[in-house]
């Protein structure tokens, strides 16, 4: 092997797989010119599910560069990517009956709890006395409850939330993520985070030996 040969790794942050046996290809990508180098290291092993119930396991990009040295001494590594990888190992779905019932099982609770708080918000700030009110003193006769107050405020509430979360059925209305999206991107970064260091503090990160 030349000794100037170099091979980049861009690990990614979080991995799902079903397999027992961990590559190094399971983990990100690799790019090296000496294509013999580049094989071994995609089939590289770097950790394996041993117990039954075991469903995570984390890794240090140092494990990796160490077992990468052994094998070839003079081979330089650059890592473009993470630190450290979580992999999670998923079991397929056997019953597509189950997975079509946890769908809608989420999908009535992501429709009826919505409605459940805005049902109670309103009565909580009384908006049908408030929209009442408001029609009388306009218009100087008593509303009927079913005014063009309520049918805006419906059709402005449906518009807002179908802007909120930049959706219309499967489309996208803009390029721009919605704000459910940046909140679901900073808990995950955050879960991550209190994974790798309880991990790191438990002593259970596959790292470099010391």
């Known amino acids: 092997m030349a000794a100037q040969e170099t091979l980049y790794l861009k690990l990614e942050r979080n991995v799902e797989t079903d397999r027992t046996d961990i ?11 000496n294509k013999n180098i580049l094989a071994r290291a995609k089939s590289l092993k770097v950790c394996t599910f041993r ?29 473009l990517g993470e630190t450290e990888v979580i992999v999670e190992r998923v079991r397929t779905e056997k ?27 309103h009565n909580d700030i009384g908006i049908s006395s408030v929209f009442r009110k408001i029609y009388e003193m306009i218009t100087g006769s008593p509303s009927d409850g079913v005014t063009i107050l309520e ?26 993520p919605t704000p ?24 259970k990160m596959i790292d470099a030996s010391e």
């Open 23 to 33: 590559r190094l290809s399971d983990l990100g990508k690799l790019v090296c010119a």
């Open 151 to 176: 049918l805006s405020y419906s059709i402005g509430l449906a518009v807002g939330i179908i802007l909120f979360f930049n959706h219309i059925g499967g489309r996208r209305i803009t390029k721009d």
């Open 180 to 203: 459910i999206e940046v909140e679901m991107r900073i808990y995950e970064d955050q879960v991550n985070s209190a994974l790798v260091e309880t991990a790191d503090r438990e002593g």
């Open 95 to 121: 019953s597509p009956f189950l997975l079509r019932l946890k769908i809608v099982f989420v999908s009535l609770i992501c429709f009826f709890g919505p409605a459940f708080t805005i049902m109670a918000f």
């Open 51 to 79: 117990e039954k119930g075991q469903e995570r396991c984390i890794i240090s990009v140092m494990k990796i560069l160490e077992t990468l040295q052994e094998l070839w001494p003079s081979l330089q590594v650059e890592n």
